[in-house]
Nanobody, 124 residues
């Protein structure tokens, strides 16, 4: 089982940037899918971005602003967030699958391991 630790959240003004990180321990990164989700107060967990087989996928509202990447040597995944908006405020969670998945990458049920989350707050 892999343990995921999310970090890098914080408070930023609208238009600013943040990079959140997901450090994995327990086993090395594999080629299986990984993703970022977010959850705002009173809302359901929402897909943000995924990496699978070298291809990246994004929620429409973050395309062109967010970028998902992995550093396999450091066993760490990143989400670079630029041009942040108040509506991006949420707790951000990383997620990892233990095998190839047949369900959609934007479905939380596709992932087996989750980070504890890191708060991102964007002020207007």
């Amino acid at each position: 089982q892999v343990q995921l630790v999310d970090s890098g959240g914080g408070l930023v003004q609208a238009g600013g940037s943040l990079r959140v990180s997901c450090a994995a321990s327990g086993r090395t990164f594999s080629r299986y899918p990984m993703a970022w989700f977010r959850q705002a107060p009173g809302k359901e967990r929402e897909f943000v971005a995924a990496w699978s087989g070298g291809t990246t996928y994004y929620l429409d509202s973050v395309k062109g602003r967010f970028s998902i990447s992995r550093d396999n040597a450091k066993n760490t995944m990143y989400l670079q967030m630029n041009s942040l908006k108040p509506e991006d405020t949420a707790v951000y969670y990383c997620a990892a699958a233990r095998s190839w998945v047949t369900s959609p990458l934007n479905n939380p049920d596709s992932y087996d391991d989750w980070g504890q989350g890191t708060q991102v707050t964007v002020s207007s």
